[in-house]
Antibody, heavy 122, light 112 residues
């Protein structure tokens, strides 16, 4: 079955760059899906971060757009998140997810990774 | 702060029916973008429960149903079970500013 697995440092220094990777198994990252990142601060709700299609287009949350990059590595069948200039407000559990779309702007996230916690501290 | 508002909590006894509302606006739910629903058990990842306003993925029991009208959507759970105690989130797309997928504020379902 299809599985997504996040990996990356659990601790990032303030003003540093958060870098996470999501390995996809059981599905090709070159299929017609949107590879997505979502985060959840401790005790709070879900926040959509951004997405990328294997063909190149990306979309980002306007509130994070200036600091975020989502990229896809077809050779490794994985996708990545970079969040620059982090602060304590970026501490959260970060989830990767598969976005499935039938029509524009109606993506649903049908598969999720287990999530990886990230702390921001020196 | 989310543009989709949900009640912080709803509760019911086993076997009862509960509903969770998701209130948006003309730039999201009212703009005919689909609403999807997720259930999140403590310490776990969200799981897709309803997609395209009212469709259930394979494996989701028919105790769960979704609807949408105007600028709001609802999730109904009938035959409430202890295992339904979890957080529930609605999700849609918002076309204001530069556009973004958005989640609701989340609702805790409490089984009495």
């Amino acid at each position: 079955q299809v599985q997504l697995q996040e990996s990356g440092p659990g601790l990032v220094e303030p003003s540093g760059t958060l870098s996470l990777t999501c390995a996809v198994s059981g599905d090709s990252i070159s299929n017609n899906n949107w590879w997505t990142w979502v985060r959840q601060p401790p005790g709070k709700g879900l926040e959509w971060i951004g997405e990328m299609h294997h063909s190149g287009p990306t979309n980002y949350n306007p509130s994070l757009k200036s600091r975020v990059t989502v990229s896809v590595d077809k050779t490794k069948n994985q996708f990545s998140l970079q969040l620059r200039s982090v602060t304590a407000a970026d501490a959260a559990v970060y989830f990767c997810a598969r976005g499935v779309t039938l029509t524009n702007y109606n993506n649903r996230f049908d598969l999720w990774g287990q999530g990886t916690p990230v702390t921001v501290s020196s | 702060q989310s543009v989709l508002t949900q009640p912080p909590s709803v509760s019911g006894a086993p076997g009862q029916r509960v509903t969770i509302s998701c209130t948006g606006s003309s730039s999201n739910i009212g703009a005919t973008f689909d609403v999807h629903w997720y259930r999140q058990l403590p310490g776990a990842a969200p799981k897709l429960l309803i997609y395209g306003n009212s469709n259930r993925p394979s494996g989701v029991p028919d105790r769960f149903s979704g609807s949408k009208s105007g600028t709001s959507a609802s999730l109904a759970i009938t035959g409430l079970q202890a295992e339904d105690e979890a957080d529930y989130y609605c999700q849609s797309y918002d076309s204001s500013l530069s556009g973004s997928y958005v989640f609701g504020t989340g609702t805790k379902v409490i089984v009495l």
